[in-house]
């Protein structure tokens, strides 16, 4: 029987190392001994076993003084994310919105700067601010992003842009005006030319992998290597996560992020319960992979394995990692204000950016007040502040409640959580 509270401590043996991993941030390196000791709460050496549960005491104490977070500030609203159009030049078998119906037309120039006075009438004065530009394919409205961010700067130097794109559109000319105002680039790609293939046809049914895959290229050589991810979508024919990234660091992409497709039971595209398994043995594979190649000295930077061992994260980053309809909102084609880009629903309908609604107000509270603490769940897993409750659109999209984490999402993060731990302090003597 094992001596730690699961809800507290997570006892992670991979690779010759046994982390105890506690959920206010303690890391802990175990000798094989004190590892078994803890699994089977039992060791011949009575006076060895007593020094044991004097050091897991000892633990304990340490990870409850650590647990006194400090109250939540107030949070003002510090990113849009524009979906300056609803088309797109691909036909990506997971996309979430072929669900959704799809609204007319590009966003106009007048609707982006509506979005951006918004922004700022809502934000802090002295805050930094971001807008991503989404869609659909956004550089099917480039023109308009071009005029938008010329104007944008007119009115304010506070805002930073990034921009989410196919890359099939990313020409010599579009890049060097986005590399030329600094607007940091999302590059959507599944891996080699198969993998891609498989999942992100054009709208024709034909092949972009070539033209995504060089553009991208010269997107990355352009600015340093700097300023980008490219990210990747799972699905159950692609599930070689390993594979992929081998292909992304050979072919110098060291900035990535891997998603698994989401979706309903139904959806062959999507990965299910059944495949988590295998995805949690390949994130196990991804760490040494890149444990390997960071000791040759690559930067490897995999998102979803980025944890913040060094410096603490603010109390909004632990009780509510997400931002959505707090400090972040999306603003559709044609204006209409949502919480995030995946919760285009009428139940979270926040107004529009020409006028006044109560509904922002309303809709944002209560997302404001959802909270690690208003999730009943999260509380008997050590996961929870890392984690901070999981995303509300997969909550609502699973539970239709978001303050019920999808038990999906939660076997994902615990995972991540250990190999982020594990490939963070490998080859690190303290």
Not at 208 to 223: D, E, G, H, Y
Request: aromatic share 10%.
């Amino acid at each position: 029987m094992s001596l730690i509270d699961s809800s507290k401590f997570s006892l992670f043996s991979f690779e010759n190392k046994n982390l105890l991993i506690g959920y206010c941030g303690g890391i802990y390196n175990l000798n094989s001994d004190f590892a078994n000791f803890i699994n089977n709460g039992k060791i011949e050496d009575v006076n060895l076993a007593e020094k044991m549960k004097s050091e897991l005491e000892k633990i304990e104490k340490l990870e409850i003084s650590a647990d006194d977070i400090p109250p939540m500030p107030s949070r003002t609203l510090r990113a849009l994310c524009l979906n300056v159009t609803s088309a797109c030049n691909l036909s990506c078998i997971y996309c979430f919105a072929h669900g959704e119906g799809k609204l007319s037309g590009h966003m106009t120039l007048e609707t982006a700067l509506k979005s951006l006075d918004f922004l700022l009438e809502k934000s802090n004065p002295e805050a930094t601010l971001q807008i991503d530009f989404f869609g659909g394919e956004p550089l099917l409205n480039f023109d308009m992003i071009k005029k938008f961010i010329l104007e944008a700067k007119k009115k304010t130097d506070r805002v930073k842009f990034t921009l989410t794109t196919n890359a099939v559109l990313l020409t010599e000319t579009v890049l060097e005006f986005l590399n030329s105002e600094n607007v940091s680039l999302i590059l959507s790609l599944d891996g080699d030319k198969i993998y891609n293939d498989l999942n992100r046809p054009s709208s024709t049914g034909e092949s972009v992998w070539n033209s995504a895959f060089t553009n991208i290229k010269r997107a990355i050589k352009s600015r340093n290597g700097d300023s980008y991810y490219v990210r990747g979508t799972i699905t159950p024919n692609t599930m070689d996560i390993v594979k992929t990234c081998r292909f992304f660091v050979d072919n110098g992409i060291y900035r990535f992020s891997l998603e698994p497709a989401k979706g309903k039971s139904t959806d062959s595209w999507a990965v299910k319960h059944e495949h988590l398994q295998e995805l949690c043995n390949k994130y196990e594979e991804l760490a040494k992979f890149i444990v390997e190649k960071r000791s040759e000295g690559l930067p490897i930077d995999y998102f979803h394995f980025n944890i913040y061992l060094d410096s603490p994260l603010c109390s909004p980053r632990r009780l509510s990692g997400c931002g959505a309809g707090v400090e972040y909102i999306s603003i559709d084609p044609n204006g209409n204000i949502f919480p995030c880009h995946r919760l285009h629903v009428k139940e979270f309908s926040m107004g529009t950016v020409f006028e006044k609604s109560e509904n922002f107000d309303k809709i944002r509270e209560k997302f404001e007040k959802t909270t690690l603490f208003a999730k009943s769940a999260c509380k008997s897993c050590w996961v929870r502040y890392y984690c901070s409750g999981g995303c509300h659109a997969d909550a609502w999209l699973t539970n239709n409640n978001i303050e019920i984490p999808a038990e999906y999402d939660c076997i994902l993060q615990k995972k991540r959580t250990q190999c982020a731990v594990w490939t963070s302090v490998t080859g690190k003597e303290n």
